[in-house]
């Protein structure tokens, strides 16, 4: 999966987004199945985990058939996990 910056103010309230989770949250942001969306202003590990948090929760979507809610669960996890 392609990653790819954009204006904070795109993503609302959100740190990232994915197509899988864009689609059911009916999110205005323009998604692509390949990519994560990241909020330009986050660096370093903040950034990291924003992009892990989203590869996982589309994968979840994606071939796990999870919803949105329990995919963001596992990712959230799993983010704690990895601190």
Do not use: C, Q
């Amino acid at each position: 999966m392609k990653v790819k910056n954009i204006p904070d103010k795109m993503l609302g309230d959100f740190w990232g987004m994915n197509f899988y989770a864009d689609k059911e949250l009916r999110h205005p942001l323009k998604t692509k199945p390949d990519v994560v969306y990241v909020a330009a202003s986050l660096k370093g590990r903040a950034r990291r985990r924003v992009v892990a948090h989203e590869k996982i929760e589309a994968h979840l979507m994606r071939d796990g058939g999870l919803n949105y809610a329990d995919a963001h669960k596992v990712a959230e996890k799993m983010d704690k996990m990895v601190r």
